[in-house]
């Protein structure tokens, strides 16, 4: 049987493809969601957060089930709650059900998000970690692409439960590659217990890189989500072409994303391509509300963000050894889990407020805006924390010589 670490990067790519796939689920249904069960857009940003929210209480456990269990074993389990969850919102009649099953599949997500992670950077931390994990990271914006270029449509032409229901058969495949291929990388050295404490300085790197990784998806999820909304309301496109012209820019990651990755990797400028892609996002974000050709902020911004993401994810294990690996990730997505289905939850309340989506998309440059600043507030503490090593070292090889010379 192959074992190479490319054929486990296309199964953890599966997994993560049916992941992007069932979380579009409610976003891409929303108009469907809203005429037959009548719920405003609080209530459809509330289903959006729930697939990300119970990641607050999962990314500590599901460290702690790996050590016990292994990696695949657990995240086999959370794929089997992802199919349960899905299948609850397939029969469901009302908002709470939906609404339950959705919490159901986002327990299952929660457990892949963190794991699945960790499972790419030990097949990749020696070498091409960037394009492991650009590739990796492909399969979320792939499922979502596909959710918004299949959902609305099986919901027009069939119903909105029948495409809750096919989210589950897609998870279904991904499960079952999962258990005939995936196994873990044999260890180069010998295994070390695993620390059970991070250092203060560790734990706020995770902290910083946890904090730009969460405004960096909130903002991409918000415009995903609302971005058709807006050209419904500006435009008076119809929902379909709407979510198709949406759908373009998390089709173009197919080919940023890697390229971020390859460029991040062999050329070495992954900060010019981490702080100018971010830059490029905030300007594309708010221009959004007010272009003429839509469809170019929306290129714009995928392709900014597809850029920047390989590098913003690589972030944890550019300061985490092995050993700090599974607890420094579960602090690194408690920032992601906790605060990205908050911050969606508000862009909704924005467009309730205000009538219109233009405002959760402004919010949503501003949010990237603030991933800038925290990303700066990153580069400079890894700075700091390398000029502080490389002068203790020069310190102690001083009072050696000085040593040597006395004897």
Known sequence: MLTSRWLMLAVLF???????????????????LARDLALDYAQVATLIGMFILPGVAMSI??????????????????????????VFEGLAANYPSILFGRGLSGIGG??????????????FIDRDLFVGLAVFIVGWPVGIATAQATQSRLAEGLSWQ???IFSAVLVT???LLMVMFYRSPVPTEPAAPERGKLTRWEIGMVSLAGVVWMLFNAAYFIVVSFGPTQLVEQAGMPVTEAESLVSVMSWEFIFALPLGGYLAARLGVANPILFG??????????????????LLPFVMFGLALALAAPVIIALPAEVLGARARRPGLAIYYVWYFGGTPVLISFAGLLNGQVGSASASLLFASVMMACSLLFASAFRFCQA??????????????????ALGSKQ
Not at 110 to 115: C, D, E, G, N, S
Not at 388 to 394: E, K, V
């Open 14 to 32: 599966a997994a993560r493809l049916a992941l992007g796939y069932q979380f579009q689920s409610a976003g891409s249904l929303a108009p469907f």
């Open 61 to 86: 456990p599901s460290g702690l089930l790996t050590q016990r269990f292994g990696d695949k074993n657990v995240v086999v389990c959370g794929m089997a709650l992802m199919i349960i969850g899905s």
């Open 277 to 294: 892609a971010l830059c490029v996002s905030i300007i594309a974000a708010a221009a959004i509300p007010f272009s003429v050709t839509p």
């Open 384 to 401: 700091a924390k390398f000029h502080q090593l490389r002068g203790h070292r020069a310190a102690r090889h001083g009072s050696s010589l």
């Open 162 to 164: 029948v495409a809750f």
């Open 173 to 175: 495949l991904a499960l």
């Open 110 to 123: 929660a457990i892949l998000t963190v794991i699945m992670s960790k499972m790419v950077i030990d097949w």
